[in-house]
């Protein structure tokens, strides 16, 4: 089976789980769950590469936090708590930070212990912290439609930015991190997550009632906003391939058949979640 009609199968078979688990979030806050699983799968990925590598991250510790740093932003899960989630987040933060360094008073080998330290900390904030923005994302006031815009930019930059490099691609993007990227796949990425973006406008532009209109939302702010998740969308997927290069490595995983792991998926959907959060709550 040719890795393109994994891809596609592996599309059609997740996509009707993201959406569902978008989509209803009442009584059981389906999506954080998505994320947990996600997140925690992600991170496993994350550290187990490293192991591979020599390197001796707190594993099970950063699992831990990670999944911590993404429930601590859903409101349920800390409602009964005599804070908010702000605090709970710095004191997590202060925990990943301190009992590590801590730990690795006793861990030989001494000379390799801030490596450690440091990898430790390097999957708690890639995996859990970027992810759990995806589920503030989702609390916020039309939080579905969103995670949806998020979403649907993302992967439309992504198929536009594959097909357009395939076949027309002539120019290398980053050829030491990414020789398959092409600048043209990259334009193509950028159209792409335009024209979808057109999806979420008011329902006032289309003739018809649009249950992911996004109210404020003009035709400037919908592209531009879609143009910088693409953007940040690719470097997130640079990131993860200098990451990938650096462990010596195709794939994080093979969860995903035609897509590799869960940690192969993080890197345009954080760093998108990431850019459409602060979006709306900095700007809009």
């Known amino acids: 089976m040719s890795t393109l009609l994994k891809r596609i199968l592996t599309v059609l078979v997740t996509l009707p789980l993201v959406i569902a688990a978008t ?11 998505l994320i947990l699983v996600w997140s925690g799968v992600a991170t496993w990925e994350f550290y187990s590469l490293n192991k591979k590598n020599g390197l001796k991250p707190m594993m099970y ?3 831990v936090i990670s999944l911590l740093l993404v429930a601590v932003r859903e409101p349920r899960f800390v409602s009964g708590l005599n804070t908010n989630s702000g605090s709970l987040l710095l004191a997590i933060f202060t925990i990943a930070i301190v009992i590590p360094l801590i730990w690795m008073l006793k861990r030989e080998p001494h000379n390799e212990a801030f490596i450690s330290w440091a990898w430790t900390l390097a999957g708690i904030c890639y995996v859990g912290f970027l992810m759990g923005h995806l589920v503030a994302l989702r609390d916020l006031e039309y939080g579905r439609n969103w995670v949806f815009f998020a979403l649907l930019a993302t992967f439309a930059s992504d198929t536009a930015a594959f097909f357009v490099g395939r076949g027309l691609g002539r120019h290398k993007l980053a050829p030491v991190i990414s020789p398959s990227k092409t600048w043209e796949g990259s334009m193509g990425g950028i159209l792409g997550a335009g024209l979808i973006s057109l999806v979420f406008l008011p329902s006032a532009f289309f003739t018809w009632s649009n249950p992911l209109h996004l109210p404020g939302l003009n035709v400037f702010s ?27 490595a195709k794939d994080s995983g093979s969860i995903l058949p035609g897509h590799g792991g869960a940690l192969d998926r993080v890197d345009s959907v954080a760093f998108a979640g990431v850019m459409v959060y602060y979006f709306v709550w900095l700007i809009l």
Do not use: C, H, Y
Not at 23 to 33: A, D, E, L, M
């Open 222 to 248: 919908a592209i531009t906003l879609a143009i910088l998740v693409s953007i940040f969308g690719q470097l997130g997927d640079l990131v993860e391939s200098l990451f990938k290069r650096n462990m010596k």
């Open 23 to 33: 989509w209803f979030q009442q009584p059981v806050p389906w999506f954080t769950i």
């Open 61 to 63: 510790f950063g699992i």
